[in-house]
């Protein structure tokens, strides 16, 4: 499975290395969040003490009183000379308004919660205790095994899509594929000479489109078609949207996005890395002993059988609890359904069950202190993330306090609702007005419950499906994930890659996600295009043209 690796003559110029070496020049990450920080603090001030402030300002259908022949009158939504409805802008609510973190308030805000903004950053408790039981797996062996019979087994040219694709599918659990596949996927395209960065980057892609992108429906799509169908029922008072509206879409565009990622991977990303130095990203052929290694051995076919043993004991009681009714796991949970609000402490367990399985095999395990050092191990590489998470919680947090992220949404938002433009232009320009605001507000369902009660009712208007703003949404917050500052993940997948190359820094991430976001813009936004053209139904109950009600 292991391939030549031959430099491209582009790899030392071009816009993405200079994207990368401004980048990487800039200062530590945790140095940057501190900046932003002081930044947020100080624009929050200038925009409160100024006073300004955005109107909330939402579409509504204008109403006219038809009189009939009979002499009755009715109620019926007015149309212009064109047949289309007439709508007006109203103010709901209060105006939007900043909050100063430079106040007595405000200063007294940022000492009482800065131990809770870093206890609360997202994807803290998810990669301690996720890496907890991973790490037993790894320094156990257990995850080197794997990765060998995993070679064996995929065919060297597929493995990118098939990198590509587990990342897609990951969205299944949520937010657990930024954790759990980025080191795998590093490990694995080291054991075969290429470069580790570009198996993080090929599944780092894969998990961030996995949100608009998957086989089957997740835990999502109900969320998203509540907020949906909130902002229809502006219009529609009895709309309701069904939460697998997407899934047709969805299922093409795993297929798609597979495809798009194996190109940019191939073409953009590995093309450049093997121009590189192992210790800038680049491959680092394997050697005779390194292809030794990577050959099973007796040992660990015994150690493989207890985990697999193992592991499928595990699995099959929690698919009990999720599949009987009234058990532990079956069932809606506060947000998701109880198995994915579960999904954190199940992996822990299926991660670190086999790999002590294995270790006991194997003999690196023969007492409790020999485990309860693989997990002092394991939370020792951890200290990176740790420190980072303390500030990008801080910077999060004091960004969401101030206000500035609804202003600038609300702000877009309208200024895009009151443009007239065709229903394919719409569309395209909701996806570059999603993807640029998803670099300031970076929750996908905070930034729909803003954006819902704007452009769901608005398109409705002009004769656009709630499915179809849905689909559009996701995509523009889909492609900018994996750039974005404020995605909480970013610090961790720099992490990963600083295991790997200790000189990368924010400006070789970006550089090295840039072209997926590019290419996943253009191309999914084509798709979508494309599928409105050919009028095909985006899944169950989601159509693509809305009829108002005369």
Not at 49 to 60: C, N
Not at 320 to 345: C, K, N
Not at 390 to 403: C, E, M, P, R, T
Not at 479 to 489: E, F, G, Q, R, S
């Amino acid at each position: 499975m292991t391939q030549d690796v031959k430099p491209s003559p582009s790899g030392n110029g071009g816009l993405l290395n200079l994207i990368e070496r401004v980048g990487n020049k800039l200062p530590d990450p945790a140095t940057l969040f501190i900046i932003g920080t002081v930044l947020v603090m100080v624009a929050s001030a200038v925009v409160a003490g100024l006073g300004w402030t955005v109107p909330q300002r939402r579409p509504f259908p204008v109403v006219e009183t038809i009189t009939l022949a009979d002499g009755t009158t009715e109620e019926r939504a007015k149309h212009d000379a064109e047949g289309n409805p007439v709508v007006e802008w109203r103010e709901v609510g209060e105006p939007l308004a900043a909050k100063s973190l430079l106040s007595r308030e405000g200063v007294f805000w940022i000492f009482e919660s800065m131990v809770r903004n870093f206890t609360t950053f997202p994807p803290l408790g998810i990669v301690l205790v996720g890496m907890l039981g991973i790490g037993v797996a790894e320094r156990t062996g257990l995850i080197a095994a794997l990765l060998k019979g995993f070679m064996l087994i995929v065919p060297g040219a597929l493995l990118t899509p098939a990198m590509v694709f587990v990342g897609i599918m990951s969205s299944l659990a949520t937010d657990a594929g930024y954790v759990v596949l980025p080191p795998l996927a590093a490990a694995l395209y080291k054991a075969v000479g290429r470069s580790p960065l570009a198996g993080i980057a090929a599944v780092f892609a894969g998990v961030a489109a996995g949100f608009n992108a998957n086989l089957l429906i997740t835990s999502l799509d109900p969320l998203l078609a509540g907020l949906t169908t909130q902002g229809a029922q502006v219009v529609d008072p009895d709309f309701a949207l069904n939460p697998a509206c997407n899934w047709s879409f969805m299922v093409v565009s795993t297929f798609v996005i597979t495809l798009a990622g194996w190109f940019v991977t191939a073409v953009f990303v590995e093309r450049r890395l093997n121009a590189k130095s192992p210790e800038d990203g680049g491959p680092l052929p394997p050697t005779e002993a390194d292809l030794v290694a990577q050959r099973l051995t007796p040992q660990d076919i015994k150690g493989m059988i207890w985990a697999a043993i193992t592991f499928g004991v595990g699995f099959g009681l929690f698919l009990v609890m999720i599949l009987i009714p009234d058990g532990p796991l079956h069932g809606q949970g506060v947000r998701f359904a109880r198995w994915a609000e579960a999904i954190v402490p199940m992996i822990f367990l299926l991660f670190m069950l086999p790999g002590l399985a294995f270790g006991m095999a194997m003999g690196t395990i023969r007492n409790d202190k020999d485990l309860a050092k693989l997990f002092v191990d394991s939370m020792a590489g951890m200290a990176p993330i740790i420190v980072l998470a303390f500030f990008a919680g801080q910077f999060i947090k004091h960004f969401d306090y101030s206000g500035l992220d609804k202003m600038l949404a609300m702000w877009g938002g309208q200024m895009l609702g009151e443009a007239q433009m065709p229903a394919w232009m719409l569309i395209v320009a909701f996806i570059l007005v999603t993807l640029i605001f998803n670099l300031f507000v970076g929750s996908m369902s905070a930034k729909w419950t803003i954006f819902a009660p704007i452009f769901v009712p608005m398109f409705m208007m002009v004769g656009l499906h709630p499915a179809l703003t849905q689909a559009a949404y996701r995509i523009g917050d889909s492609v900018t994930n994996i750039i974005t500052p404020l995605n909480a993940y970013l610090i961790i997948i720099l992490v990963y890659m600083q295991k790997f190359v200790p000189r990368s820094g924010m400006g070789t991430l970006i550089s090295t996600m840039l072209p997926y976001s590019v290419v996943f813009a253009v191309v999914w936004t084509i798709l979508l295009v494309l599928w409105m053209a050919m009028g095909i139904p985006l899944g169950p109950g989601g159509e693509l043209v809305y009829a108002p009600a005369m």
